[in-house]
């Protein structure tokens, strides 16, 4: 197979700039990081003069997008929706379940099987995140309360069993259940979060010792501090700051204002840092009524200034955000340094979700997974495993053999 160089743009390594650098690209992965323009014989060359040249992003957690959603049950929906987000610079995704029946959940992971092949055009799924429904009831969000329960050894062990495509699990870890659950997906190798929950310190904690180290869309659908006969207790966002775990951030500019995206990156930083859509089917999409879930049983949602929200406009239901707007709002809205954003969109995630060996930063021998955009984080251009996926109408007339 031939070579790929992109030349003349800023390289986000992402732990520095090399401006004026050079990638080459061959049989899918990295095999060279210049600081200047190197002779490649017979390589296509891609000029991304004035542009940036970045490890693609990694979204940890997503439902839907371009009018299709995961528990849609089909494989079109799977493979529309790596579509959408690739052409916003996602390069891996995991896809999101909601709270559902078991055989809904299990027909999801079925479908994820099949459309695992055939995504030769989309985002790469890393395996499925399966959100609920062991929950909160208080903390339910959007998730639809009629699929709430406690964690059920005979049911997750069949589930467990029936897939070996699960790479996370988030639940609420003050229920009946939930720290042996915590345990049980630690010894399965699969990362366990703390999500739609109303847990103090002591819950985390013992959370935290047994298996959960991740977060769930910190601030959202979470106990912050609590009164209890006038003591006050620490909910489960203090706790998550204050522990070593790694949280996740809904970054859309919507679900989160600006003080508390500084103050959650001034805290944890961008090691500790995943940005995420949490998006819904409506992203990519004109504003409307929509729905969230699967289009059989689902919820009625509407999608306007820029998020879904449930009919009676009390609740986010979901955003309808891309990767690019998620690192593009951490940099004008939290004054985060692109670096750092583009760390959190990518080499952060890929460390959460076990895969950094592979993937997450522009170095020799990892997957050709880029994305290259300009000043406003609008993608020209996305490289997944090193096939051009996505690109402007401009760049593509410009690839030239030389
Ligand atoms: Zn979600």
Redesign the pocket.
């Known amino acids: 197979m031939g070579f790929l160089k992109i030349i003349h743009g800023t390289l986000i390594t992402p732990f520095r700039y090399i401006r004026g650098g050079t990638i080459v690209i061959q049989d899918g992965r990295i095999v060279g990081v210049h600081e200047r323009d190197v002779d490649v014989p017979g390589a296509i060359e891609l000029d991304a003069t004035g542009k940036f040249v970045a490890p693609g992003f990694i979204d940890i957690?997503v439902?839907g997008g371009g009018g299709h959603d995961f528990m849609d049950g089909t494989e079109e929906a799977f493979l529309k929706i790596a579509e959408l987000h690739a052409q916003y610079g996602t390069t891996s995704l995991v896809p999101?379940t909601?709270t559902a029946e078991r055989k809904d959940l299990l027909h999801t992971l079925d479908v994820y099987e099949k459309a695992k092949v055939n995504n030769n055009r989309g985002a790469g799924f890393l395996g499925i995140h399966l959100?609920g429904p062991y929950v909160a009831l208080s903390q339910r969000g959007a998730q639809d309360p009629r699929y709430i329960r406690n964690p059920d050894p005979a049911e997750y062990e069949e589930i467990l069993a029936y897939s070996s495509s699960i790479v996370r699990w988030s639940a609420a870890p003050e229920l009946a259940g939930a720290i042996e659950f915590g345990r049980r997906l630690r010894e399965a190798g699969i990362l366990a979060a703390i999500a739609h929950t109303d847990a103090v310190y002591a819950d985390v904690l013992d959370a935290y010792e047994n298996g959960y180290t991740l977060a769930?869309?910190l601030y959202s659908a979470m106990s912050g501090v609590t009164r209890r006969n006038a003591f006050r207790y620490a909910g489960a966002i203090e706790s998550a700051l204050l522990l070593d775990m790694d949280v996740e951030l809904i970054t859309d500019g919507i679900h989160l204002p600006p003080p508390l995206l500084k103050l959650v990156y001034k805290i944890k930083g961008a090691d500790r840092t995943a940005l995420i859509t949490?998006a819904m089917r409506a992203a990519g999409m004109p504003e409307g009524e929509s729905i969230l879930g699967s289009r059989t049983n689902g919820l009625p949602v509407l999608v306007e200034d820029g998020v879904a929200k449930l009919p009676d406009r009390s609740s986010f239901a979901?955003s309808v955000a891309t990767t690019n707007q998620l690192v593009r709002n951490m940099v004008q809205l939290a004054d985060v340094s692109l670096l750092d954003a583009v760390r959190m969109a990518s080499t952060t995630p890929a460390r959460i979700m076990g895969v950094d060996a592979r993937k997450g930063s522009l170095v020799v021998g990892k997957d050709a997974d880029l994305v290259i955009f300009d000043e406003n984080i609008t993608i020209q251009t996305t490289i997944i495993n090193g096939r051009i996926i996505y690109a402007t109408e401009q760049l593509v007339s410009a690839l030239l053999p030389v």
């Open positions: 957690h439902h999101t909601l959100e769930t869309h949490d979901g």
